[in-house]
Nanobody
Framework: QVQLVESGGDLVQPGGSLRLSCAAS????????MYWYRQAPGKQRELVAS????????TYADSVTGRFLISTDNAKKTLFLQMNSLKPEDTGVYYC?????????WGQGTQVTVSS
């Protein structure tokens, strides 16, 4: 059963914006933290942003600081990544990750392509 579903990836021009969403199933309980990762072809998967269970603390990769914002809607169990001022180097498959008491969950990924 699919428990994390990502959406929002698209082809966008440099300087544009996208908002990614990751919806967690209600069957997932006690999520501690959620994360966005991305992976470009031939490269290691890298952490883009993270948010704590209470939403009070966030972290960002140096390459996206000031351009990306991570947030949650806890009532809807949905994770968001607002991406602004996109650059070609932001291209990749973006994955969400949720850590609960007993499990680590990964989404299927959504493709983001930044190109003219």
């Amino acid at each position: 059963q699919v428990q994390l579903v990502e959406s929002g990836g698209d082809l966008v021009q440099p300087g544009g914006s996208l908002r990614l969403s990751c919806a967690a199933s209600e069957s997932i309980f006690n999520i501690y933290n959620m994360y966005w990762y991305r992976q470009a072809p031939g490269k290691q998967r890298e952490l883009v942003a993270s948010i704590t269970s209470g939403g009070g603390n966030t972290t960002y990769a140096d390459s996206v600081t000031g351009r990306f914002l991570i947030s949650t809607d806890n009532a809807k169990k949905t994770l968001f990544l607002q991406m602004n001022s996109l650059k070609p180097e932001d291209t990749g498959v973006y994955y969400c990750r949720a850590v609960s008491l007993r499990h680590i969950y990964w989404g299927q990924g959504t493709q983001v392509t930044v190109s003219s």
